[in-house]
């Protein structure tokens, strides 16, 4: 954890924060189109304008990392983020509890496609230039050992991020691959 540091608001960060958000959901827009999930693409991550995941945002905002792995840093733990996944099924922290032990639901195929359209598109705004096709991969292999999804969800997200990393967004977020995919994955 790092040293409390006295804050100061700062309407720059405000502005600042209000626009990564925006063009994030943006991006996810697009994204869900292209995979044939519009209305969850609309309403994809509102709950970032709360005023308690708002504000947060504002307080740790850094532009090229989430302002809630920050918050995490600096206190062990982030409101916004026990709003945001209490809130948003795209999540599969969403699907277990702490005395999650064996497993936890298969996600629902629209939540399933509104993650993989939100993991890329935050990939994309936090990385900018420097964002590769395999990024996505590298960033699950790190992160999936401790995320208690269940398996089948587990292999069949590693199957995208493999796709997408050998042949790029267009040929996997599409409804036809993603919707093959899970039904091979989950059945
Ligand atoms: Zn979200």
Redesign the pocket.
Known sequence: MRKKEEYKFKWKNFFLHLHVVNRHRLKVLILCCRAGIIWRGLV??LSKYAPVEFFEGVKYYSGNRSPIKNCKDVNGYSEAWLH?KGR?K??YEYWYDYETRITSPVMPYKYFVEMVC?SVAAGMIYRGKKWTKEYQLTYWLKTKDYAKINPKMDKLLTQVYMDISRLGIKKVINKKALKKLYLEYTR
């Open positions: 994809h991550d945001h948003n795209h999540h939100d």
